[in-house]
């Protein structure tokens, strides 16, 4: 089993729309979480952290459940620009200590 | 303020070869990491270094080694080079301690092996 899944898509959604990402993760003893954002052959780019109250940054909401090892990325009135892969990423202490990072959802927003 | 650069972008090698490739950290920041990312793959951690000692070490054989250097750059190394090396490796730099945990990451090195 991989330390972290996703679901790899592709999620084809139309602008507009809501779309939403899940992650689960194995290892208990993660304490940071994070998505990721990468655009075609580029680097990934930290999108935002994930804490356990939730939190919101614009049209992006995170959550966490650390009961359910669960983690989740909402995106609201997809823009075209939302398109990318969405990595969810774990770590053991801190952002700057060893990530794990999950296979990546793919987001394509159309007209 | 210069992110990370990584050199070369894109590299192509021969099975069996060596490879060497270069990593500059985030100003201030103390701690390289490196991984691999293999296509259509979230990247895969190979290794990690502070204080010029490597810290923490994925699944990934000896083939993998590392270096770095008092000005906190770094360098992986590749021995022996098979065909399924072939990826984008990364470089993110970091702060072992301190406020500022997110990891910042180099536009990466294209490795094709043939």
């Known amino acids: 089993r991989k330390e972290v899944e996703q679901d790899p898509g592709p999620f084809n959604v139309p602008e507009g729309a809501t779309v939403a990402f899940n992650c689960t993760y194995s290892?208990?003893?993660?304490?940071?979480f994070f998505w990721y954002r990468q655009d075609c052959r580029k680097e990934p780019k930290l999108l935002m952290s994930?804490?356990?109250s939730g939190n919101e940054d614009g049209r992006f909401t995170a959550q966490l459940n650390r009961a359910s090892q669960y983690i989740s990325l909402l995106i609201r009135d997809s823009k075209l620009s939302d398109s990318a892969t969405y990595l969810c990423v774990v770590g053991r202490r801190g952002g700057g200590n060893k990530l794990t990072f999950g296979t990546g959802t793919q987001l394509k927003v159309e007209l | 303020d210069a992110g990370v650069t990584q050199s070369p972008t894109h590299l192509i090698k021969t099975r069996g070869q060596q490879v060497t490739l270069r990593c500059s950290p985030k100003s201030g920041h103390d701690t390289v990491s490196w991984y691999q990312q293999a296509l259509g793959q979230g990247p895969q951690f190979i290794f990690q270094y502070y204080e010029e000692e490597e810290r923490q070490r994925g699944n990934f054989p000896d083939r993998f080694s590392g270096h770095q250097f008092p000005n906190y750059s770094s360098e992986l190394n590749v021995n022996a080079l098979l065909l399924g090396d072939s990826a984008l490796y990364l470089c993110a730099s970091s702060l072992v301690r301190g406020a500022d945990t997110e990891a910042f990451f180099g536009q990466g090195t294209r490795l094709t092996v043939v």
């Open positions: 290892n208990s003893a993660s304490q940071s």
């Open positions: 994930v804490y356990s």
